[in-house]
């Protein structure tokens, strides 16, 4: 079995970048926290096997956060 393909979000704009960390800062529910983080590690370029193992969640929850903030914004 091969290596999966790196997955990154999309190029975040300045005012997303903000709007996530304002969630970082603000967030009551801990899903929104947890999604906010994925995007913003996943922007400054970390790998999602990185991210998971520092969150202490699978590689597959932070690759459907990505792919799901890559298609959908901040709907996801």
């Known amino acids: 079995m091969g290596r999966r393909p790196e997955v990154f979000v999309r190029q975040v ?9 304002r969630i970082t800062r603000t967030a009551k529910d801990p899903v929104k926290l947890r999604r906010a983080i994925v995007v913003l590690m996943s922007a400054q370029g970390q790998r999602a096997p990185d991210i998971a ?24």
Request: aromatic share 10%.
């Open 13 to 21: 704009s300045m005012a997303e970048g903000q709007r996530l960390q």
């Open 53 to 76: 193992h520092l969150l202490k969640t699978s590689e597959n929850y932070v690759r459907n956060v990505i792919h799901a903030f890559n298609n959908r914004r901040f709907h996801a």
